[in-house]
């Protein structure tokens, strides 16, 4: 980009912004907010408070939910081990789930209703 368009494309960027900062100077809303801020400056001012100051005032006991997200942790349930026991084998086998290589195999030979009978209590 030549010096010459970017200097044209820095000056439209500076008029877009100029006419933007004059609707907000327009804005009914942020002049009271200017207002406020201005008027609880003076006050800070006047009694030698910090912005930290009115906050200890406004809320001295913040609770942890208020500094963290409102929204609530979710935990899981931890699983419970289940252990099967082949009664033609003998062999036991221990998971949490019912991912287990072996005791997919087993449902896979035997049947699911079959294995999950060989839950132990």
Same mark, same amino acid.
């Given at each position: 980009?030549?010096?010459? @368009? ?14 933007? &900062? ?7 809303? $942020? ?22 100051? %009115?906050?200890?005032? $406004? ?7 208020? &500094?963290?997200?409102?929204?609530? %942790?979710?935990?899981?349930? @931890? =699983? ?12 036991? %086998? ?6 287990? =290589?072996?005791?997919? @195999? ?5 049947? @699911? ?5 060989? &839950?132990?209590?």
């Amino acid at each position: 980009m030549s010096r010459l @368009a970017e200097f044209r494309a820095a000056e439209k960027a500076l008029q877009e912004q100029l006419k933007q &900062l004059e609707s907000l100077k327009n804005d009914a809303g $942020l002049k009271k907010e200017i207002e406020f801020e201005e008027k609880l400056q003076g006050l800070m001012k006047t009694y030698g408070k910090s912005l930290r100051d %009115i906050v200890a005032i $406004l809320d001295p006991n913040p609770s942890k939910a208020s &500094l963290q997200s409102s929204k609530p %942790i979710k935990t899981r349930r @931890a =699983r419970v081990v289940k252990v099967y026991q082949n009664p033609h084998t003998g062999e036991l %086998i221990e998971t949490k789930g019912g991912n287990h =290589r072996g005791l997919k @195999a087993w449902k896979e030979q035997y049947g @699911a209703a079959t294995v999950d009978s060989w &839950l132990r209590g």
